[in-house]
């Protein structure tokens, strides 16, 4: 039987994996960041050989502007999410399911069974693994909770195995 992972996820562990699936976008979003940023050049470019300042300005803005949301939208509400959201701050336990169907999840303030159907897709960096519910909803697990990797070796392995994407 795979022995249970346990972690706390902070603030700072929240905002990093809200950057994580940021820089992972899905659907029409994966080419309209490049898209904006293409425009923006064109504008910059264009206001610097026609001496427009306006335009110049425009094009810095647009080639910018995911710096900015993040920075000034998506960061701030990803803080105050945090802190309204109080089953987050609860230490929580990973236990992969014996029969290799899920993993239960679970702190003091339940359990839940995660099946396999249930997940839509997961991503990972070299901190944090996300499992996915729905395209902006998903479970976090920090690696640092797991410092051998065994139980995020058999995690990885059972959801390449089980759900696409």
Do not use: C
Request: aromatic residues 12%.
């Amino acid at each position: 039987m795979q022995q249970p992972i346990t972690y706390l996820i902070s603030e700072a562990d929240y905002l990093a994996a809200q950057r994580v699936h940021m820089r992972n976008p899905r659907g029409w979003t994966r080419a309209i960041w490049p898209l904006v940023a293409i425009l923006g050049l064109f504008f910059l470019i264009v206001g610097i050989h026609q001496k427009s300042w306006p335009l110049s300005i425009l094009g810095i803005f647009y080639g910018t502007v995911k710096w900015w949301t993040t920075k000034l939208i998506n960061e701030p509400l990803a803080r105050r999410n945090y802190r309204k959201y109080p089953a987050i701050h609860a230490e929580q336990t990973l236990r992969l399911k014996e029969d290799g169907s899920g993993v239960l999840l679970s702190s003091s303030l339940g359990e839940t069974n995660l099946v396999w159907p249930l997940v839509t897709r997961w991503l990972e960096d070299e901190n944090y693994l996300l499992m996915y519910l729905q395209p902006r909803l998903f479970f976090i697990v920090p690696k640092r909770a797991d410092p051998q990797g065994v139980v995020l070796l058999a995690l990885r392995g059972l959801l390449a195995e089980h759900v696409k994407g």
